[in-house]
């Protein structure tokens, strides 16, 4: 699977992503992204594959901004759609890329990924792209599939991983020179 096979998925999906999303994860992610993270009102974070804007309208109540990346400009027109006025006040949308963020070294406090890392040709590489935008101190959050045995999902869902385990997780974090990683299922389904 290829980075252009994982935009037209979700170019072509982008109208029914909020429902069809609800059979793998919901608000719990937020609460746990929140708390991991530890942001706060003067916070600046990067939702990166924001899609149709989950992680920024449940993060952005808590911090002073999100900026959603994605890379499938018609998940963008979703996220707009969703989000409203929130757009205009407290999100910024924009067209962009996993491994090259449109956004300058050390420019936020945290990078969220939410289902993200899987569709990810180079995880490590991602890890280190989200890093490289973190100020010195903050916290890169990644949200994704355990490892499974559902290989449909490569063709039916442009999974370039079947999921990841604790191991691969701590490799991806160590590798990418992150500090203080942990892993933590959450035991949605």
Known sequence: ME???????????????DT??????????????????????????ADVGTGTGFVAAGISPRVKRVIGIDNAPAMLEMARSNLGALSASKV??????????PLGDGSVDAAFANMVLHH???????LREMARVVRP???VVITDEV???????????????????????????????????????????
Do not use: C
């Not at 994860?25 to 009102?41: L, N």
């Open 92 to 101: 910024d949308l924009m067209v962009g890329e996993i491994l090259r963020l």
């Open 20 to 45: 069809m999303r609800l059979a793998y994860y919901d608000e719990r992610v937020i609460e746990k992204m929140a708390e991991v993270s530890r942001v706060g009102v003067n916070s600046e974070v």
């Open 3 to 17: 980075a252009k096979d994982v935009k037209a998925f979700f170019e072509r999906v982008a109208g029914d992503w």
């Open 137 to 139: 101190g903050g916290t």
């Open 147 to 189: 490892a499974h045995p559902y290989a449909w999902m490569r063709e039916e869902h442009a999974d370039v991983w079947l999921g990841f385990d604790e191991h691969q997780v701590e490799r991806y974090f160590a590798v990418a020179g992150l500090e203080g990683h942990g892993y933590e299922p959450l035991g949605m389904q």
């Open 120 to 126: 990810s040709e180079d995880p490590t590489a991602m």
